[in-house]
């Protein structure tokens, strides 16, 4: 495929937890957001649910069933266990959001008020099974509103990360 490697290697971390995204003196963090530049990173697991949204360059996403291209306005939901990697084929901006398992717990009313919420996280286990991983495409006005929503929760994480006792829950 275009040069890129057929499959990625393991990490060396191999498995990402909750404890390593979500530290234990924050009880109230249900989420956690950022963005990586000139990313990169190996095979791995976690056991929290990531939204990857690919906000500049291109890249492939490797799943252990296949691998594919993203670029800008690719947006990946990876449920927990789900082995994936990205190699970084040009300039590849993906920003993260990590949702704590109780996240859904506390949302669950407004989550299953949503349209499409259970298309992308309701674990089916024929997907599970086929280890396919739901993703999809934005442009135009809705991925300009989304990166303006993602400049907001990026400034309101690092807000959050300097003064930890203000309300993790804003986020």
């Known amino acids: 495929?275009?040069?890129?490697?057929?499959?990625l290697p393991t990490a060396e971390k191999q498995t990402w937890t909750y404890r390593d995204c979500f530290p234990?003196?924050?009880t109230l963090k249900l989420t956690s957001v950022f963005c990586h530049r000139d990313y990169s990173i190996d095979m791995h697991?976690?056991?929290f649910y990531e939204i990857n949204i690919t906000v500049n360059g291109r890249g492939v996403h490797y799943t252990d069933k296949r691998h594919y291209e993203v670029g800008t306005g690719d947006?990946?939901?990876i449920p927990p266990d789900n082995r994936h990697g990205y190699y970084n084929a040009g300039g590849l901006d993906v920003f993260h959001?990590?949702?704590h398992r109780n996240y859904f717990n506390k949302y669950a009313d407004d989550l299953n008020a949503l349209?499409?919420?259970h298309l992308l996280f309701n674990e089916d286990l024929n997907l599970r099974a086929a280890q396919e991983i739901p993703g999809f495409h934005i442009e135009g006005k809705p991925y300009e509103e989304?990166?303006?929503l993602l400049g907001r929760l990026d400034?309101?994480?690092?807000e959050t990360n300097r003064n930890p006792d203000r309300a993790d829950y804003l986020l």
């Open 1 to 7: 495929m275009n040069g890129y490697p057929e499959f």
């Open 45 to 47: 697991t976690h056991d």
């Open 75 to 77: 947006v990946v939901v």
């Open 97 to 99: 959001v990590l949702l």
């Open 115 to 117: 349209s499409g919420f």
């Open 155 to 158: 400034e309101l994480e690092q």
């Open 146 to 148: 989304l990166l303006s």
């Open 24 to 26: 234990s003196i924050r």
